[in-house]
């Protein structure tokens, strides 16, 4: 959304309303955030704003943009304690671990979005989208890394290349855990040593890939994915 309305703020005090405008700005950053009061509005500031650019929202929601690399929140995000964190690991996670992690009660401030790819020890080959939504996580897989495609088979096309060799890494390709965190009051190095603690150990990765399908809870981690129709979709235009 360009312009987001939040309507009834006679209902609420200016400080409330000023942390709803934060974590607004936090999860958007680049719309414009406008007060209503029984859903009177001037017209000109929601009609022909001109604002709608679909090539940017393809290529770059917000949520990649965090990935990209802009972390900078919003000044008044920060101000009201809203902030984002990108979790960056080359590693794969352990099901089991990963599990536990995604189905405790959220402790750690408020969490307001969370969304990325994740690499699972069990499916090491497939590329997993985790999004928290409301108050539980929900994730599914969403096809192969290119670390496991025949390169005659990538796409040809500079941009798309680009975007692939960008998260290039010598030993692992582009399989990688990258998973924004959007939220109030995040303890990021709590998040930082629970995420770190769902990642296989030194040992369990020198067991190799053939021995990862049969981690503890791998079946039980898959038959709580979504099915494909119900996982949210990526962008057409976004170089995985």
Same mark, same amino acid.
């Given at each position: 959304?360009?312009?987001?309305?939040?309507?009834?703020?006679?209902?609420?005090?200016?400080?409330?309303?000023?942390?709803?405008?934060?974590?607004?700005?936090?999860?958007?950053?680049?719309?414009?955030?406008?007060?209503?009061?029984?859903?009177?509005?001037?017209?000109?500031?929601?009609?022909?704003?001109?604002?709608?650019?679909?090539?940017?929202?393809?290529?770059?929601?917000?949520?990649?943009?965090?990935?990209?690399?802009?972390?900078?929140?919003?000044?008044?995000?920060?101000?009201?304690?809203?902030?984002?964190?990108?979790?960056?690991?080359?590693?794969?996670?352990?099901?089991?671990?990963?599990?536990?992690?995604?189905?405790?009660?959220?402790?750690?401030?408020?969490?307001?979005?969370?969304?990325?790819?994740? &690499?699972?020890?069990?499916?090491?080959?497939?590329?997993?989208?985790?999004?928290?939504?409301?108050?539980?996580?929900?994730?599914?897989?969403?096809?192969?890394? &290119?670390?496991?495609?025949?390169?005659?088979?990538?796409?040809?096309?500079?941009?798309?290349?680009?975007?692939?060799?960008?998260?290039?890494? +010598?030993?692992?390709?582009?399989?990688?855990?990258?998973?924004?965190?959007?939220?109030?009051?995040?303890?990021?190095?709590?998040?930082?040593?629970?995420?770190?603690?769902?990642?296989?150990?030194?040992?369990?990765?020198?067991?190799?890939?053939?021995? &990862?399908?049969?981690?503890?809870?791998? +079946?039980?981690?898959?038959?709580?994915?979504?099915?494909?129709?119900?996982?949210?979709?990526?962008?057409?235009?976004?170089?995985?």
């Amino acid at each position: 959304a360009n312009v987001i309305l939040v309507n009834k703020c006679d209902l609420i005090d200016d400080t409330q309303y000023q942390t709803l405008r934060a974590m607004l700005a936090g999860l958007n950053p680049g719309a414009q955030i406008l007060p209503m009061v029984a859903g009177n509005v001037e017209l000109s500031t929601i009609l022909g704003t001109q604002l709608f650019d679909l090539p940017s929202l393809a290529a770059a929601p917000g949520w990649m943009k965090q990935m990209d690399g802009d972390d900078t929140p919003a000044a008044e995000s920060d101000t009201y304690g809203v902030t984002s964190w990108v979790y960056r690991e080359r590693a794969p996670f352990h099901p089991q671990r990963l599990l536990e992690f995604l189905s405790r009660p959220w402790s750690n401030g408020r969490l307001l979005r969370s969304k990325g790819y994740f &690499w699972l020890a069990s499916r090491h080959r497939e590329i997993g989208l985790l999004v928290h939504s409301g108050k539980q996580f929900q994730w599914d897989y969403l096809g192969h890394w &290119w670390n496991f495609i025949d390169p005659s088979q990538w796409p040809q096309d500079k941009y798309r290349l680009q975007g692939i060799m960008a998260k290039w890494d +010598s030993i692992v390709g582009d399989c990688r855990q990258e998973l924004v965190f959007i939220g109030q009051d995040l303890d990021t190095a709590t998040l930082q040593r629970e995420l770190d603690h769902c990642l296989l150990s030194a040992d369990e990765i020198a067991t190799g890939p053939s021995a &990862w399908p049969a981690l503890p809870w791998a +079946s039980g981690f898959d038959n709580l994915a979504l099915s494909a129709s119900q996982a949210p979709p990526l962008p057409a235009a976004a170089a995985i």
